[in-house]
């Protein structure tokens, strides 16, 4: 993939992993060309396929499809450090780190927001280029991977965003697939403690709306 292709899919793929509403439905001409910019012919027919999909379906089915797959499906859920520290201390500690390398770099979370919501980790990924903005999805792998397998098991057409996403990043090494095993088998870790300062209710499943990264002060 060549360097100008991997912000606009990081871009792209974070608009498309939001929540589908009417401004984003309608904006079927800008998605088709953004979509045609991209010269990685894998990456692009994967994004094809799915707007496909997107723009040619009942607007309220997607709506409902979406929610059906991230809100209500455990294994479907966007927030990204959920599959590897379950509802953990570890994943609080995660959760700040995140918070931090986006506040480094003069970027901040919506009020409320979760920095591990996958649309935020590929805003990122986007805005700040390979390095420092693509380590949070390089360290997620193995959640990529798990979050792939299962929309492509409940067929969603949104795994062809997966598809696409991880298509970009370094292929799985042994020791990834070990883990993503154990995981796939086990499930992420069950200690329900530490969290209080980073977010309220369903932590780690299902999506709502996509924050914006925004300039901090």
């Known amino acids: 993939m060549i360097p100008e292709d991997r912000p ?8 498309l992993l939001t929540y589908p509403d009417s401004r984003l439905s309608g904006a079927a001409a800008e998605l088709r060309g953004a979509v045609g910019e991209i010269t990685d012919a894998e990456v692009r027919e994967r994004l094809t396929a799915f707007l496909g999909w997107f723009l040619t379906t009942d607007p309220i089915e997607v ?14 859920g966007l927030y990204l450090t959920y599959y590897l520290h379950g509802d953990t ?4 500690i995660a ?13 901040r979370l ?8 996958l649309p935020v980790v590929l805003e990122f ?11 949070p999805l390089r360290q997620h792998r193995q959640g990529l991977e798990l979050l792939r397998v299962a929309l492509a098991e409940a067929g969603s057409p949104y795994h062809h965003l997966l598809e696409a996403v991880v298509a970009a990043l370094c292929p799985l090494t042994d020791t990834d697939r070990e883990a993503i095993r154990a995981l796939a088998v086990d499930g992420p870790p069950v200690e329900s403690v530490g969290l209080a300062p980073y977010g309220t209710g369903a932590i780690g499943f299902g999506a709502g709306s996509c924050p914006s990264l925004e300039s901090a002060p």
């Open 125 to 135: 990924a986007a805005a700040v280029g390979p390095g420092d903005g693509e380590a």
């Open 63 to 76: 709506e409902a499809h979406y929610v059906r797959t991230f809100d209500l499906r455990r294994r479907c």
């Open 8 to 15: 606009r899919l990081f871009d792209l793929a974070s608009l």
């Open 95 to 107: 959760l700040l780190t995140l918070k931090q390398r986006y506040r480094a770099h003069g970027l």
């Open 89 to 92: 201390r570890k994943r609080g």
């Open 110 to 117: 919506a009020e409320g927001e979760l920095p591990d919501l």
